[in-house]
DNA sequence: TCAACTATCACGTTTGAAGGGT
DNA sequence: AACCCTTCAAACGTGATAGTTG
């Protein structure tokens, strides 16, 4: 099937000439050394680059360092377009988040998922107004050290944990036109950051005690297959950089976190949490807070302009409407966030945390935009594909299933939305045994991930999920791979170009397959 | 022993269904 | 019938805390 959206979109221009056989997610160029390049991706390094392919930036995996002297852009014959230099981007609640940088912000991590606080929330401008795009996230690491909370600051405690590699949230209105992207801000409010190597929930998987830096790519793709060798631009915004932490340990950011966010309203001084934990005599010293608590957090400005947003936006109605709540109809002309300035702490006692960029200089429209050589979506995907090379200890190309049907330009290809790589070779991505407990002994998706298919909004419009069969014995029967069989192709529906039987969607809420019928483009 | 991690708790917010009014 | 508004309960998101782990 890929080979076929492949010579489809070859026909329309949509995607790089190249050999044939390659999965489209896995791109054109894939590194010559595979065990180097992996190698160096365990150990925490990537400042090497692949001898055949120009990837000096951009894995997921890799860890935030300066442009290279690329001057930018895709070399002739890499996929990926130029970036488009109009397109710039803002951070939305930059007071706020400067408030948090100012002492070093600390994002909780939990096995389960936790949220960000503050999000990341940004607008964007210069986008063409009929062009659809995707809006992504990842998250990198800032630094290749381990931190440890020592003395009231963060100090180097070693060199970091190899981090895990490449999952990337697609923003959930994603793809949209340029000109729904540039109504309204665009807010990341719902990812979630993990510590759980083994997540299914396609959460972002980060390290306690590790700094990082969120990154939004904005990519200009009319669908996910095209998504891989679309131009792209990058930005980030040096103060959203945080440590993540399983507990905090900064009381200041606690009492920020505290004072801004709503749902921790029950933990104000005026909270009866806060009033039992008083009584308790076990307050936090937050004498060096000088504000008082607002009585808004911008968060919370947000969801008051929620139900109006609701109300009066007039070209929501193909949006998330789980998420509109970022993007308020009037917000595009509100000047500045009202509650970020109800947040004003003094300059802190100690200095600031040495993984604060030092000196803090905002820039509130980032200009010089693209870091990313390479689609941040191929570079993972190639990343994947090192892996399985390495594992598999052979050079086989990836098997390319077979998907007999028609395509559609503006249609969502289900093919998109199948497992990353091709059966059975994503079955583990990394050295070592199996683990233990995992379906048919495969990682759970480990590098990709599939982020595609983290939109609640596209899984909503996924109305021929499989279901689970009433039976028990039915709807425990396991295949070669160990996922259910209720969710394989249905009889006559087979590869042709594979031994191998097709790989159904995985056990992962948001990474069902999505029937062809359903359109990519709302 | 201790730092890091996890499960649980109580609280506030969000969400969406239900019902009534216009 | 269609829309709007209110109410309410369940789900969700918080930081705090005590216990566990390595």
């Not at 099937?1 to 979109?9: S, W």
């Not at 290749?144 to 895990?164: C, I, L, T």
């Not at 059975?424 to 199996?434: D, K, N």
Request: glycine fraction near 8%; include cysteine; proline fraction near 13%.
């Amino acid at each position: 099937m890929y080979e076929e959206e492949l010579l489809y979109l070859r026909s329309r221009g949509m995607a790089p000439v190249g050999q044939l056989g390659l999965h489209p997610y896995l791109g054109a160029g894939l590194p010559a050394n595979l065990t180097d390049h992996l190698d160096k991706y365990r150990l925490g390094f990537h400042g090497g680059v692949p001898t055949q392919a120009p990837f000096g930036h951009g894995f997921p995996g890799d860890y935030l360092k300066p442009p290279p002297q690329c001057g930018g852009f895709p070399t002739p014959g890499l996929p990926g377009g130029k970036p488009d230099p109009r397109i710039k981007a803002r951070l939305e609640n930059e007071n706020l988040w400067n408030q948090f940088n100012k002492f070093g912000t600390e994002m909780i991590i939990t096995k389960l998922g936790r949220r960000m606080f503050p999000t990341v929330k940004m607008s964007a401008s210069g986008l063409e107004p009929n062009t659809k795009y995707y809006v992504l996230m990842d998250i990198v690491p800032a630094d290749d050290s381990r931190y440890k909370f020592q003395g009231k600051e963060w100090v180097v405690a070693g060199k970091a944990e190899p981090h895990m590699p490449g999952r990337l949230y697609i923003h959930p209105d994603s793809p949209a036109s340029g000109a729904q992207w540039m109504r309204h801000p665009i807010s990341f409010q719902k990812l979630k950051l993990t510590n759980n190597n083994l997540d299914q929930q396609g959460h972002i998987i980060l390290n306690s005690m590790h700094k990082y830096q969120p990154r939004i790519h904005i990519v200009a793709a009319p669908d996910l297959v095209s998504l891989h060798w679309a131009p792209f631009n990058t930005f980030n915004f040096p103060q959203t950089c945080f440590m993540a932490v399983t507990a905090y340990q900064n009381e200041r950011i606690t009492q920020l976190k505290i004072d801004n966010n709503p749902f921790a309203k029950g933990f104000r001084e005026n909270g009866q949490l806060r009033s039992k934990k008083r009584a308790g005599g076990t307050s936090p010293q937050t004498g060096e807070m000088t504000a008082a608590p607002p009585e808004k957090s911008s968060e919370a400005d947000d969801a008051t302009l929620d139900k109006r947003a609701r109300l009066n936006s007039v070209d929501s109605g193909d949006l998330d409407v789980s998420d509109i709540e970022d993007r308020p109809a009037s917000s595009m002309s509100v000047e500045k966030d009202p509650s970020d300035e109800k947040v004003d702490v003094e300059s802190p006692p100690t200095p600031p945390p040495p993984f604060l960029p030092p000196p803090l200089i905002i820039k509130s429209e980032v200009e010089e935009t693209p870091t990313s050589l390479v689609s941040p979506l191929m570079s993972a995907a190639s990343m994947m594909a090192a892996a399985v090379a390495e594992t598999r200890k052979s050079h086989t190309p990836p098997t390319i299933l077979a998907d007999p049907r028609a395509h559609e330009v503006n249609m969502l290809s289900p093919a998109a939305i199948r497992p990353c790589l091709p059966s059975p070779t994503y079955s583990t991505g990394l050295h070592g045994s199996i683990p233990a407990g995992l379906p048919g002994g495969s990682l759970p998706y480990p590098y990709l991930y599939y982020s595609h298919m983290m939109s609640p909004y596209l899984l909503s419009r996924a109305p021929q999920l499989h279901p689970a069969p009433l039976d028990k014995a039915a709807a425990a029967a396991r295949d070669m791979y160990g996922y259910p069989t209720y969710l394989r192709s249905p009889p006559g529906h087979h590869s042709s170009l594979s031994a191998t039987p097709s790989r159904p969607a995985p056990i992962h809420p948001y990474s069902y397959a999505i029937p062809h019928q359903v359109p990519a483009n709302l």
